[in-house]
C-alpha cells in the first residue's frame, strides 16, 4: 500500500485529544495516515534565527508527523505576507485590502522552495503527496525540479477567484503555470474549479476537457470539485456527550426561555460580522415586538493578530456591539454577547444544540464548516434553524437552509424573522434534509474520493 504524505503550512498536532479539541479535518488526514503509515509534513509554528531544515519527527496515535521550523523573515514574507495578506483577501474577492509586495513573493518562493528541499529526501518511489491549501501552490513545481515523479495533488480550501480579480495579482501566470506540476487540483466547489478552468482558457488560451482536464502552458492538470464535509458521526456523537449536555443545561439557563441566534466564526473580514452585527441590528429595529426575546451570541476568537487588517476589524466590531447593545439592552436584557475565545468541541456541541437558529453569513467562504456542525448537533425531534450566505461554498449543498445575501441587512433581518417564526413540522423536515448530507458528504468520503481520483491518475 502507497503511503499517503501530507503536506500543509501547520501540522495538526497528532494527539487526539479525548477533550474532542480536534478538527474534523485534522482527525480525517490522522486516520488516513496512520492506515498507510504515512507522513504528515509542515512548518512546526516555531521560529529559529537562521533555517536549518532540521526535521522534528514524532509519533502519536500511530501518526508520523515531521515538522520544520522557519525564520523571522520566512514568517513576515511567506505567512504573514504573501499567504495572508496577499493571496487570503485576493481569494476572498477583496483586492480592495490585497497588499502586492515583491518581498513577499520572493518570501512565499523561497520557503516553497525549502519545504521541497526537506521533503524530497523523505520520499519514496510510491508515495502519494496531497498539498493543502494556498499557502503552497508552486510546491508541486518545486518538487518535480528535483526530480519527484510521485503524484502529487492539490487540494484548495479557499474559493479561487474569477480571472478579472486574479490578474491583478502580478506574476498570476507563474503562480497558475506551476499548478499544473500537479496531478489533481481538488476545489471545495463546481464554481471555484470554473473559476480556474475559465482562466486557463481565456488568460492561459488553453482547453478544457468535458472531465476537467485542463491543457495550458505545454502540460495538463485534471481540476475536479471535492467538497469537504465534518467528521458527522463523530460530532454528533460530540452533541450527546455529558460535557455537551452540561454545556446545553448551562445555556438553557442562561437563556431563560428566550430564542438564541448562534454566531461561530474565527474573527476574519471574510466572515460577514460586521454585515452580521448590522443585519442583526436591523432585524431588532424592524422588530420591537421581538426585543427581549431573542439574543444573538457570537463566539469569534481573534485569529492573525498581527496583520493590520484583522486589529482593524476586531475594533470596529467592538464598536459596532457597542452600539448595538447601547441602543437596546435594558435592565435584564442584552442583545448580543460577543465573546473572544474558543471553546472544545464538546462545548461548541452543546450550544449549537442549544440556539434555535445558526446565523452563518460569510461574504466568501471555499466551504464553512461551522454551518454543517450546526446541523449535526441539533436536536432532529426539535432542531433549530440554519441560516447561511448564499456566497459560502456550503450553500451548494445546502439548499434546505435559509439562504441569504449577506450584503443585505434587510435579507439578514428578513431571514431572522422567518426563522424565529417557523414551525416545528418545517424545521424538522428542513433539518432532516441538511443532515442526510452532511452525514453522506463527510470529511472521510471527501478525502476518500480525492485520494481515489489521484490514484486514479497515472503515474509520470
Ligand atoms: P476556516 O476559514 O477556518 O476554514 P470554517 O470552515 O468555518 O472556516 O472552519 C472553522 C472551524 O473552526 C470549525 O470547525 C469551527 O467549529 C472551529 N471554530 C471556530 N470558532 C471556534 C471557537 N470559538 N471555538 C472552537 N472552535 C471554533 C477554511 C476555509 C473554509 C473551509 C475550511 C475547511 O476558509 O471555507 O470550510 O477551511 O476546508
Redesign the pocket.
Known sequence: MSRLIVVSNRVSPPAIDSTGSQ???AVALAAALRQSRGIWFGWSGEQVAEFTGKLDFRRAQGVTTATIDLEPRDVDEYYNGFANRTLWPLFHYRIDITEYDRQFDSGYARVNRRFADTLCPMLETDDIIWVHDYHLIPLARELRARGVRNRIGFFL??PWPPVRLLATLPHHEALVESMFAYDLIGF?TEEWMSAFTDYCLREAGGRVEPDGTAHAYGQCVKAAAFP?G?DAEAFQKAARSNEARAMARRMRASIAGRHMIIG???L?Y?KGLEERFTGYERFLADNPDLLNRVFLLQ???PSRNTIGTYREIREKLDQLSGRINGAHADVDWVPLRYVN?????RD?AGIYRSARIGLVTPMR??????AK?YVAAQDPKDPGVLILSRF???ARQMKDALLVNPYSSEEIADALRQAMAMERAERVRRNSALLDGVMRDDVTSWRESFVAALKAVPQR
Open positions: 478538527g474534523g479535518l480550501h479557499t471545495q469537504i465534518i461561530v466564526d474565527r476574519d471574510s463566539i469569534a476568537p475565545r474558543g471553546y472544545s468541541r461548541l467562504d471555499g466551504m464553512n464548516l461551522v456542525e459560502a461554498g456550503a
